[in-house]
């Protein structure tokens, strides 16, 4: 397996190396030191393990729009925004990610193991994130369609603003946010999150014991008692 | 953007390396702020220096200006005023006045009576400030930030979006003896603070936001807050985004605003606490592997002491 060294060469260096790889290629990035911008605009099938804590953007803007991309797998933590913009494939954190985590991530699926930080899921697109442990405050804001999937904790305003993403939480949630509501779940929604679990390999959540966050819908359709106002 | 980095040692062995240590956090945030920076250094008093003639305990005056100022005319007219008792160093861009407690107001009465375009940057027992334009890495090597020993040190390095680019203008603030501020972020009603501490009497140095903080914060605590009661004022009076790192002559707190808008890492180890804007400024510290490592949480203040 190629390695390329963050000691030794730059992060734009190290991203034209990855852009290199052809499918089914498999790369390591050694002492990242949170870096940022690291593996990001891929869209090539390659494996990609990055050995260490990573900065922000990690994995930004991968994949295609068939859902296809690299695998990408960060050993240790990471800082703002890992995967965002994501079209496809996956990225797994192994340790805990900090804000926006996913944010406005369209395709593809994101695991973070640890905890991730503020804003996860931030208008997500479409793709699946799946948090083992908490997320922090306003998680899910404005999320516009996919799914989250939170294993630990949700901290405060879950969901505020939702479009129609749909977001499943096995601990307890701090509080919702605005025109954020519990569903009960049904057949659909257990077939969900019994498949992210399945990829994210989080046996401690139970698929039947989640509680499920949608969209009140009152926030952003037009009102018909508002017509008089065009 | 910005940068803010608060290092406190905890194992005086380190106090050695703890510019080594300030450097490599100031190098990685220098994209974050390459306008401009100001650095805090708290030390005691090297062995062996007894400070100047007949003064115990002297009080550090720590000199700027946004203009050229012949340095060494001022330490000598210093020197021809006071005579022994006020010892002067170069330190960053500016100086620094060594003066016994009982002469400190008239020594700053006759630097700004004397030379008006000289500021006070900080005052402490312990702490002396320095603060230049420019790139931080560089300013860092060009006043060998590196070799300085010590057991606290707090620093900034600036982008610029509220007010000018200027030395007056970089943190830290300094409103009160050994207290110090920087922000990471803006304040949107900092006017309206600043007027209603000035009907108070509370003169200002700059237009920048960070120093309505600063100036508020010490305002609280010579009202009789602790640090920790303070910071919760400032939370609960200044409106905007921030990461603030304060530090007094033992002891460091870091608070985000309720939204957490500006990032903030911290490391801690039996050693030393770090903290920082972001993860890389931490990532070559001694011992980062089995650091304790988090985000401080929104809205919560966080103190170390020594």
Redesign the interface.
């Known amino acids: 397996m190629e390695s390329l060294s963050c000691d030794d060469l730059g992060t734009r260096a190290v991203n034209h190396r990855l852009h290199a790889l052809t499918d089914g290629e498999r790369v390591q990035v050694l002492h990242p030191?949170?870096?940022?911008n690291l593996a990001v605009g891929i869209s090539r099938q390659i494996a990609v393990t990055i050995d260490g804590?990573a900065?922000?953007f990690v994995g930004g803007l991968c994949g295609s729009s068939d859902g296809s991309g690299p695998d990408i797998v960060v050993n240790g933590?990471v800082?703002?925004s890992v995967a965002e913009n994501l079209m496809g494939g996956s990225v797994r954190v192994r340790g805990s990610a900090?804000?926006s985590a996913g944010s406005s991530a369209r395709g593809g699926t994101i695991v973070i193991e640890g905890d991730a930080?503020?804003r996860a899921g931030i208008s997500l697109k479409g793709a699946k994130l799946a948090i083992g442990g908490d997320a922090?405050?306003?998680s899910g804001f404005m999320a516009q369609s996919g799914v989250i999937l939170i294993g630990g904790n949700a901290g405060h305003g879950l969901g505020d603003s939702l479009y129609e993403a749909v977001i499943y939480v096995a601990g307890s949630i701090a509080s919702l946010g605005s025109d954020a509501v519990i569903e009960e779940i049904g057949d659909e929604d257990l077939r969900a999150v019994k498949e992210l679990v399945g990829e994210s390999g989080f046996d401690h959540i139970d698929a039947t014991r989640v509680t499920k966050v949608v969209s009140a819908r009152q926030l952003y359709h037009f009102s018909t008692h508002n017509h008089g106002a065009y | 953007m910005c940068g803010v980095i608060g290092l406190l040692i905890r194992d005086r062995s380190l106090e050695p390396q703890l510019g080594q240590m300030l450097q490599g956090m100031i190098s990685a945030l220098d994209e974050r702020g390459p306008d401009s920076s100001g650095i805090a250094l708290y030390a005691n008093e090297p062995i062996g220096d007894d400070g100047p003639a007949g003064a115990v305990n002297p009080v550090k005056i720590s000199l700027g200006s946004d203009e050229f100022v012949d340095w060494v005319q001022v330490g000598d007219a210093l020197t021809e005023r006071f005579g022994p008792v006020a010892d002067h160093h170069r330190f960053g861009p500016g100086l620094v006045v060594r003066v016994p407690e009982s002469l400190e107001v008239e020594v700053k009465g006759v630097v700004t009576a004397m030379w008006p375009r000289i500021r006070v940057l900080a005052t402490g027992m312990y702490l002396r400030v320095l603060k230049d334009t420019g790139r931080p890495i560089d300013t860092c090597a060009r006043y060998g930030v590196a070799d300085w020993e010590g057991y606290l040190a707090v620093a900034h390095t600036r982008m610029a979006t509220e007010s000018a680019v200027t030395v007056l203008h970089a943190h830290p603030f300094v409103p009160s003896r050994d207290l110090c501020v920087v922000h990471n972020g803006s304040f949107s009603n900092y006017a309206t603070v600043r007027r209603s501490l000035m009907a108070d009497g509370v003169q200002f140095d700059s237009d920048n936001d960070s120093e309505v903080a600063a100036r508020y914060l010490a305002m609280r605590l010579s009202a009789g807050d602790d640090l920790e009661e303070a910071t919760r004022w400032v939370m609960k009076e200044m409106d905007g985004f921030f990461t603030l790192v304060i530090s007094t002559s033992d002891a460091m707190s870091v608070v985000r605003d309720a939204?957490?808008c500006k990032?903030a890492?911290v490391a801690e180890t039996d050693r030393y606490v770090a903290v920082a804007s972001?993860?890389?400024a931490?990532?070559?510290l001694p011992d980062i592997a089995t650091a304790t490592?988090f985000?401080p949480q929104?809205e919560e203040v966080y103190t170390w002491s020594r």
């Open positions: 030191r949170g870096r940022h804590n900065g922000y933590f800082g703002w900090s804000q930080s503020l922090g405050a306003m | 939204f957490a990032p890492v972001e993860y890389r931490l990532a070559e490592v985000e929104p």
